[in-house]
């Protein structure tokens, strides 16, 4: 069920339960609806956070949902909406639309390996399918994270990624720009792909999903086509400046594409022909 299922252009207001500092510039706020219906969405979709006077930014969900309504979005500070949000406290309310969006395939990953690929503040759409997968963990075969920061300071979720290292059932690795200090998640030094060799799955049995700066998720895309993965089963999720979020306005249009509606989340394949993207 919608968020608002009567009116998308008109926001429900939210209450914030719950404010974390994630990193110098990353916070995550955990949100409730004051609503009686069950607030349902899927990983990789995204809601139109505003703050009255300001503006509105899209916002992936960082998590699944949460009893009935409630549910976490992890904010990285870009300008005035993000500002305004990180002001925020607890029992402030902001408004809400959503959720928008089709979300990770992860139906289409059943039965197959799983690699995820991040990079920054993409991790944050992608945790919940992190959650999913460990949730349905007899449903898929071997779970692989690769994770790209620039510094030990930018790591999202650190106590998070050590339980997942520490459970095996998923490996995760690190990679970072700067040279990383010993014990820090057997991190690596380098950018994101440095890990793809370390990929020990047949890419003929995998589905990918990536989500970073636009030029990391090209590089993934086209190093694992290299080695062999179709690009019907690397999945991206795209940035576009949004906001009626609802395939109205144009302004996230890539070709005959809206990404806030048939989008974010593309197949690399069918997205890459788009000469105006970056892929
Ligand atoms: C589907 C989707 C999901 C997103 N999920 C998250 C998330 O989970 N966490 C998160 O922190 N951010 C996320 N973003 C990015 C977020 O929407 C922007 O950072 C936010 O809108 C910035 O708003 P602002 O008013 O704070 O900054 P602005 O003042 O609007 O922008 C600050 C700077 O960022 C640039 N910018 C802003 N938005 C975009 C954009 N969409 N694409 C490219 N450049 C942009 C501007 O050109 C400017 O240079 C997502 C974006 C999309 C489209
Ligand atoms: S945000 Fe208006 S068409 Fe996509």
């Known amino acids: 069920m919608k968020i608002n299922p009567g009116n998308p252009l008109l926001p429900l207001r939210a209450v914030v339960l719950h404010k974390t500092r994630e990193t110098e510039n990353t916070f995550s706020l955990k949100l409730s609806l004051p609503d009686t219906r069950p607030v349902t969405f899927q990983p990789g979709q995204f809601n139109m ?48 639309r959503g959720p928008f969006g089709n979300g990770w395939p992860v139906q289409q990953a059943k039965g197959k390996n799983v690699v995820i690929v991040a990079g920054g503040i993409g991790m944050a759409p992608l945790r919940p399918v992190v959650y999913y997968l460990l949730q349905n963990r007899k449903s898929f075969g071997k779970l692989l994270l690769l994770y790209g920061v620039r510094s030990e300071e930018d790591i999202l979720y650190r106590d998070e990624l050590e339980d997942w290292l520490k459970s095996g059932e998923i490996k995760v690795l690190l990679s970072m720009d700067e040279k990383p200090r010993k014990g820090i998640l ?85 997205i890459k022909r788009f000469a105006d993207t970056l892929l």
């Open 49 to 96: 956070l505003g703050i009255p006077g300001i503006g509105e930014a899209a916002l992936s969900f960082s998590s699944l949902p949460i009893g009935k309504r409630s549910f976490v979005h992890t904010i990285r500070l870009a300008g005035n909406v993000t500002e305004a949000l990180s002001r925020v406290s607890k029992g402030d309310r902001v408004h809400v």
């Open 186 to 270: 057997g991190a690596r030094q380098g950018v994101v792909t440095t890990l793809l060799d370390a990929i020990d799955v047949p890419l003929a049995d995998t589905v990918t999903f990536t989500c970073g700066p636009e030029i990391m998720m090209r590089f993934v895309a086209r190093q694992l086509i290299i080695r062999g993965q179709g690009g019907n089963r690397i999945f991206v999720s795209l940035e576009r400046r949004m906001k009626c979020g609802t395939a109205h306005c144009g302004h996230c249009q890539i070709g005959a594409k809206y990404v806030c509606k048939d989008g974010p989340v593309f197949a690399y394949a069918d």
